[in-house]
């Protein structure tokens, strides 16, 4: 069984900073693609930044020059470093990973999301 663990939300002012880890912990051959995805309310989830095994990443537009993504394979880890926060930035954030559960298999995983607040 495969987990993704989450920390780092919380309450930031509009111009904080705030980093979002996430761990994936279990019996896998190995973390593919892990990324973030957020959800405001009444909003579809949207993907917000995401990092290969290869360390090429992606980004929405929304947040490009404001957060960055990066990852360590040995560590199954990625952090979200999200600088410059914007109300809008408000959402339950969560971690994404494919992962080879065997070297032929790839599965799909979603964390429980961390909930980030911007506001005065």
């Known amino acids: 069984q495969v987990e993704l663990l989450e920390s780092g939300g919380g309450l930031v002012r509009p111009g904080g900073s705030l980093t979002l880890s996430c761990t994936a912990s279990?019996?896998?051959?190995?973390?593919?693609?892990m990324g973030w995805y957020r959800q405001a309310p009444g909003k579809q989830r949207e993907l917000v930044a995401q990092?290969?095994?290869?360390?090429?990443?992606n980004y929405a537009d929304s947040v490009k020059g404001r957060f960055t993504i990066s990852g360590d394979n040995a560590k199954n880890t990625v952090w979200l470093q999200m600088n410059s926060l914007k109300p809008d930035d408000t959402a339950v954030y969560y971690c994404?990973?494919?992962?080879?559960?065997?070297?032929?298999?790839?599965?799909?995983?979603w964390g429980k999301g961390t909930l980030v607040t911007v506001s005065s």
């Open positions: 279990g019996n896998f051959f190995k973390c593919n693609v």
């Open positions: 994404n990973a494919d992962i080879s559960v065997r070297s032929w298999e790839n599965e799909n995983y």
């Open positions: 990092i290969t095994s290869g360390q090429m990443t």
